[in-house]
């Protein structure tokens, strides 16, 4: 099943009523914060789940109130930007029916919609989630990229406040949109008893790497954003040892990876895993976890990837990597030019696979750091369990 759009509001028993407005809940990591979100804070809030689409894969608190607000989803994004002021008005009259007074809304075309509402001069309280490097997405070619852009500066200055899971995203959407709103930084939580519950699981047959070769993983949606490509590249640079590389995922560019593999002749050390819904089995017996992309929000796999003990190797892209791996960095440097050993992990330049490569060879070539990384990165993920996270976000949504 799938989640996105999501409305959080006050109960007739006393309780603040929220909408949570997603696209759906399925995959993603905005998907995940928003079914944690439903689970730790139902005694809080009445909270009503608005989704654009019926997809949902996160297990959902028990009596969970469901609102499917687009009856006829489409894929296409130009048509689904068209529906806006359609579904905007649904929205509205949806929130006023059920007497809700705060809408909280994850994703861009939630976020979009559930800003139209200040224009249909709704009085209640719109706080908007943006959880991904605002202009990766919107400063692109095409027709879709070039309305979204106008959207973000026309309808996010009328949101009444902005979470942002990274601080460079707050800094990206003033300088380069125009947004100056209040904003509140709340990084992504880890549910450190789920993983725990997830590790405890016996291994699938395909988790269990060839014997003898140092492992590196990695997990996401198969995009070009995720850039699994940079990494099946990096795995033809590297030299002197023998390794095995896993991919979990799905998605659209499957074929040109397998392809990418083929061209390349390494598929004898890259492995395309199928997604799963428990990724930790793979993890858990890794010896490195690498994040190739191009541009993140939050990362939650690197948060995942520390909470197993992992050493990780990410691109310096934004958001997200720099300020969980080193936070001594500030966010406002450059791109890093080549693998740097940070507090608690090694970054390197996004999109350069001879520079990916070898931080693969220095993390396997010197057991001192890997073990360094291993011994602290347990503890640093305890930094943002779901209770540290759940409290901002109550202290957030709480009434004024």
Known sequence: MRLKGLILAPSFMGKKKIALFIVSLYGGGAERVASILLKHLQHQYDIHLVMLDNCIEYELPPGQK????????????????????LLAWRYYRFLKQHQITTSFSFLSRPNFIACCLKLLRWKGEVIINERQ???YYYNKKGLAARVGYYLVKWLYPRADRIVCNAALIT???????????PYTVINNPIDLDEVARKLALPAEPGAVPPSGKFTFVTVGRFSSEKNQQLLIEAASLVKGFDFTVQIIG?????????ALIARLGVADKVVL?????N???YLKLAHCFVLPS???????VILEALACGLPVISTDCKTGPRELLAPGMSIQDPEVAAPVICEFGILTPVNNAVAMAHAMEM???HPTIRNEYKAKSTAYSKNFTVTEIIDRFATLLKPV
């Open 171 to 181: 800094e990206d959407l003033r300088q380069s949109f125009g947004v100056n709103v």
């Open 363 to 365: 993390m396997y070539q």
């Open 279 to 281: 990724p930790f089995q």
């Open 250 to 258: 799905k998605g659209a560019q499957q074929a040109q990876l397998e």
């Open 294 to 300: 191009n541009s993140e929000g939050f990362p939650n």
């Open 66 to 85: 469901i609102h499917f607000l687009d009856k006829r989803p489409i894929k296409n994004h130009f048509l689904n930007i068209c529906k806006i002021p």
């Open 133 to 135: 490097f605002t202009s």
């Open 273 to 277: 895993v199928p997604h799963t819904p």
